[in-house]
Each structure stands twice: as structure tokens, then as C-alpha cells.
């Protein structure tokens, strides 16, 4: 799948969340668990090889570096704003990067088992957290 059709079908699976900043990172992180599901479909067939671990730790590596970087904006935004789900997002946020950081663990020591726990856990957070507890901030945005 090409960097625009991920796009696309990520435009299609995510709300406007009402912040052009935080739908632009929202996309990103879409785009990254894109790439890491065909990395993982790819190696079904086969163990990976070296060159499919760097590319595995090259790609958690941005994928936990933007998730913690948008967090860590989106929570001062809520913060200095007084967004009344603050404690809510950050507690949610916390668990993710808790997980990810486990994750994290595996791919250092190389255990195949991660991926499709990763992958589903992935996928099924961007779309719960954005589509349903980040979406719930974009009428108090839009009204500051």
C-alpha cells in the first residue's frame, strides 16, 4: 500500500478531533501502524532477518518518539486550557507509553511473539482514543 492510500484509508478511520496540529500527528501514528502491519504480514511467511529487526526497531523507535511527543503537547494544551478530561487522557496516555515501552522490551530481545499483539493492541488504541476519548475535546477547543 502506498504512503497516499495509507492516508486515505486513514482519513477515512479517523475523526477531526478539531485541532489541525493533533489530526496531523493522529495521521502519522496512522501511518506508522500502517507500515508496521505490512512489516508484519510480510514476515507470517517467514522468521525476520536482521535487516527486518532494524527496520522494527527503527520503526517503534518513531512511532514511540511521536506518541510520546504528542502526548506530552496535547496534555499541556488540555492542561493550560483547563480541559475537564485531562486526568482521564493523561492516565490513558500513560498506560499506552507503559505498554509500548514493554513492547519495547521484546523487540530488544528479539522476540517474534510481540507482533501481533502489537499490532491489534496498536491499531485498536489510535482508533478508540482518537474516534472516541480525543474527539471529545474538539468542541472545547473550537470554543477557545
Known amino acids: 500500500m502506498s504512503q497516499s492510500s495509507d492516508n486515505q484509508a486513514s482519513t477515512c478511520l479517523l475523526q477531526d478531533v478539531g485541532v489541525m496540529r493533533f489530526n496531523k500527528e493522529h495521521m502519522r501514528l496512522a501511518s506508522y501502524a500502517a507500515e508496521f502491519q505490512e512489516l508484519v504480514d510480510e514476515l507470517r511467511e517467514r522468521p525476520p532477518e536482521t535487516k527486518d529487526w532494524q527496520h522494527i ?5 518513531r512511532i ?5 511527543g504528542h502526548f506530552k503537547v496535547e496534555e499541556e ?3 493550560s486550557q483547563g480541559y475537564p478530561g485531562y486526568a482521564s487522557q493523561k492516565k490513558q496516555h500513560d498506560k499506552f507509553l507503559k505498554k509500548m515501552l514493554e513492547v519495547q522490551g521484546e523487540i530488544r530481545n528479539r522476540n517474534i511473539r510481540f ?3 502489537f499490532k ?4 485498536d488504541w489510535l482508533i478508540h482514543h482518537i474516534n472516541e476519548v480525543d474527539v471529545e475535546y474538539r468542541a472545547f477547543f473550537q470554543g477557545k
Open 120 to 123: 491489534s493492541m496498536l491499531w
Open 115 to 117: 507482533k501481533d499483539d
Open 77 to 79: 494544551m488540555m492542561s
Open 64 to 68: 514511540l518518539r511521536v506518541a510520546s
Open 57 to 61: 526497531d527503527a520503526l517503534f523507535s
